[in-house]
């Protein structure tokens, strides 16, 4: 009974120590998960415009058919769709096929400065931007996922400068 009883006692001191990075490990996994869910629309949009030699709109939504508004945010989650319509703004249209569809798992706010992204065929200029991820761990934790002219993203931690990301809260 002894024994057992220190087994116990064992096992209970390495389940609390470990509960909370288990936690933080959780966490990470849902945003790294996220962010490479932006990073793969930002490539399939971009490598799509050239092959197609259409603009392609990567956009937020809420159902996966229609790109959002105002109303809608990135954290809803995002498509990727060919714009063969050329609608100005962009809108998916049923004959329009969708690439992408992608549903965010992170817990927390993602954030944009754009509405949406077009890819354009041939060097032709693309939207440029940034798209925040902030979970409930805030600024420090947070990642950003920046879209240059040429449609290329990279992650980072920083704003320029060096300085923090922002989360709204």
Same mark, same amino acid.
């Given at each position: ?8 006692m064992?096992?209970?001191v ?19 998960a996220?962010?490479n ?5 930002? $490539? ?31 954290? $809803? ?38 509405r ?6 041939f ?17 420090? $934790?947070?990642?950003a ?5 040429t449609g ?9 400068g ?8």
């Open positions: 009974m002894l024994e057992l009883l220190v087994v116990l064992v096992a209970a390495l389940a609390a120590a470990a509960i909370p990075g288990l936690g933080a490990f959780i966490l990470n996994a849902r945003r790294t996220d962010v869910g932006f990073v793969t629309a930002v $490539q399939l949009a971009r490598s799509e415009a050239f092959k197609r030699g259409r603009t392609v709109v990567l956009c937020k939504t809420a159902d996966g058919m229609r790109c959002g508004g105002s109303d809608v945010d990135f954290d $809803q989650g995002w498509m990727v769709f060919v714009n063969d319509g050329s609608e100005n703004p962009p809108r998916r249209d049923s004959d329009e096929p969708r690439l992408y569809e992608y549903r965010p798992e992170m817990a927390g706010s993602i954030t944009a400065n754009r949406l992204f077009e890819f354009r065929p060097g032709r200029r693309s939207t440029n931007g940034t798209v925040t991820f902030c979970d409930r761990r805030g600024a420090v $934790q947070a990642r996922v920046i879209v240059s002219f290329r993203p990279r992650v980072t931690r920083n704003r320029p060096l300085r923090p990301l922002t989360c709204e809260v």
